[in-house]
C-alpha cells in the first residue's frame, strides 16, 4: 500500500542554519505530498504541498519540490529561526473522488537552538 | 474564523473502560475525519464522514470503535472497552468538501487518551 518514509529526528540546528528534512514515498499512480507541522501543544497545520510532479509548494521560507523520478518531497529552509521549533509531518494523498485520505510519515522534531 | 474544536483534551481511563470524545468541526465544512496517532507514529486515518454518512471506515477496528456524526455537524468517536493500545492522540479535522486535494484539511488540538 501506499507509504511514506522521512527521516528520523531529533534534528538539533544552531539559528541561521540550512535545515533538510527527507522525505521519499510509495504510492501508486499520482499522489499529492503535503509537509505538515505541529507546534507545541497545537493542532497539525498544513506548511505546504504540491499536486503534481516537478511542483515546488513554498511558505514561511520553508520548500519543497515533488520528484517523481526519485519519490521525494524534502523539505528545505535555508535559515531556521528558534521558532520553526516543531514537529514536521510528511504526507501523501491518493485517491480521489470521495476519499480524501492522508497518509503520514512518522514525524521528525526539529530543535533550533539560539 | 473559530477552528476545529475538541473535547476533553486529555483523559485517563483503565482497560475495559468505555470513553468517547467530542468534535466541532468548522462552520459550513461538509466533511470530517477522525485520525489516531499514536505516539512516535504519524496520523492514521480512522473514519471519514461526508455530511453524516460515512465515506471510510476501512481503519476503524469495529468490534470497539465506533463514531458517528448527527445532523451531519459535530462527531463523536466512542472506545468501549478501552485496550491499553488505544492510548494515542484522537485527531479531528474538517474540510469544505472532499474530492479535492484543494480542499485543505483544518486540524483540532487533539484529545490525548491515556489507557492504564
Known amino acids: 500500500g501506499d507509504s511514506v518514509t522521512q527521516m528520523e529526528g531529533p534534528v538539533t540546528l544552531s539559528e541561521e542554519a540550512f535545515l533538510t528534512i527527507n522525505c521519499t514515498y510509495t504510492?501508486?499512480?499520482?499522489?499529492?505530498l503535503f509537509w505538515y507541522v505541529q507546534y507545541p501543544g497545537e493542532g497539525l497545520q498544513l506548511l505546504l504541498k504540491a499536486t503534481k510532479a516537478d511542483d515546488k509548494g513554498s511558505n514561511k521560507g520553508f520548500e519543497a519540490t515533488y520528484r517523481k523520478e526519485t519519490t521525494s518531497f524534502h523539505l528545505e529552509k535555508g535559515s531556521v529561526q528558534v521558532s520553526d521549533s516543531a514537529v514536521y509531518f510528511c504526507a501523501l494523498m491518493s485517491g480521489g473522488g470521495a476519499t480524501n485520505k492522508l497518509i503520514f510519515g512518522t514525524g521528525t522534531l526539529l530543535a533550533v537552538q539560539p | 474564523e473559530a477552528g476545529v474544536a475538541q473535547s476533553p483534551r486529555y483523559k485517563i481511563i483503565e482497560k475495559r473502560q468505555s470513553v468517547a470524545f467530542w468534535c466541532n468541526p468548522i462552520s459550513g465544512h461538509a466533511t470530517l475525519y477522525w485520525y489516531q496517532q499514536i505516539l512516535g507514529q504519524g496520523p492514521k486515518l480512522l473514519i471519514q464522514?461526508?455530511?453524516?454518512?460515512?465515506?471510510?471506515d476501512s481503519q476503524l477496528p469495529k468490534d470497539r470503535f465506533s463514531a458517528e456524526r448527527l445532523k451531519g455537524v459535530d462527531s463523536t468517536l466512542k472506545i468501549q472497552p478501552a485496550k491499553l493500545e488505544d492510548s494515542a492522540v484522537y485527531l479531528c479535522?474538517?474540510?469544505?468538501?472532499?474530492?479535492?486535494?484543494?480542499?485543505?484539511?483544518?486540524f483540532g488540538p487533539g484529545t490525548r487518551l491515556t489507557v492504564l
Open positions: 464522514f461526508q455530511n453524516n454518512g460515512v465515506v471510510d
Open positions: 504510492a501508486t499512480g499520482y499522489p499529492s
Open positions: 479535522a474538517s474540510s469544505f468538501a472532499a474530492g479535492a486535494v484543494y480542499n485543505e484539511q483544518f
